[in-house]
DNA sequence: TCGATATTCAACCGCATGGTTGAACATGCA
DNA sequence: TGCATGTTCAACCATGCGGTTGAATATCGA
């Protein structure tokens, strides 16, 4: 069961760098704990806490399977600081129109017509 | 010039549901640091510090007028977080028909006819 | 069974954070 | 000038965070 935490422990934990870049390695392919610690130079128990922050806030989720356990991230979490920044409708015609060309171009299907 | 300051900072700054509550207020209008403080239940000192925080992280900007301190709501460093946040292109099609009509009723005239 | 591998636990350290209080500093107003 | 208002400063406190190290736990393979 993994449900997004509040806000407050998903902000705190995409606050730290070394947090964000395994977020980032975790984007091409779920990871070992060892393999996730390997490039950082910090012991592998820091890294297994970073891991446990990010699990916490809901960022990612950690299946045991055998000695291993695999680390494999979770979108939802994430989603859901972004709905609260894009609440702010801060977004300016230029950006806007860069987000619905992504948004064209990505999932083209799902965008009406027009009203 | 209000630079936006590094992820960490501007992550970590959003972590406080007091500070997130400071800029929905400032979302409205600017406001004066005593007015800020107004609806919360803790010392004008700790909010003050708050708004040092934001300051830092860029997400305000800060204008003495006289006695008044004026705060303001800067977007562009909560952009920088949303732009991190995006980069994982992580929305599925339910969700961005959510923000597709959010974006339409927000800003209607920023938003093409269609093709 | 034994040793190597994968991960966490527990205790500790230094430092930052979020809050308090009371005093200090500026500015506006009579 | 003198007082009230708006804001910060400084010192302090408790707690949490990011890191370390060394030991503990669990699983795999020979």
Redesign the pocket.
């Known amino acids: 069961m993994k449900k997004p935490a509040d806000l407050d ?1 998903i902000f ?2 995409l ?5 964000r870049q395994i977020l980032m390695m975790l984007l091409e392919d779920d ?7 390997a490039p ?14 990010l ?1 916490e806030a809901g960022l990612i989720s ?1 299946e ?8 494999k991230l979770e979108p939802d979490a994430m989603r859901a600081a972004s709905v609260w920044i894009q609440g702010f409708g801060l977004f300016d015609p230029l950006d806007l129109d860069a987000f619905e060309l992504f948004l064209r171009s990505e999932l083209p299907e799902t965008l009406p017509e027009s009203d």
Do not use: N
Request: proline content about 3%; some cysteine.
């Open positions: 422990a705190a934990a606050a730290d760098p070394t947090r990871m070992a704990v060892t393999d996730v610690a950082f130079e910090m012991s592998l128990a820091a890294i297994s806490k970073h891991l446990a922050v699990a950690q045991r399977r055998g000695r291993v356990k695999w680390c």
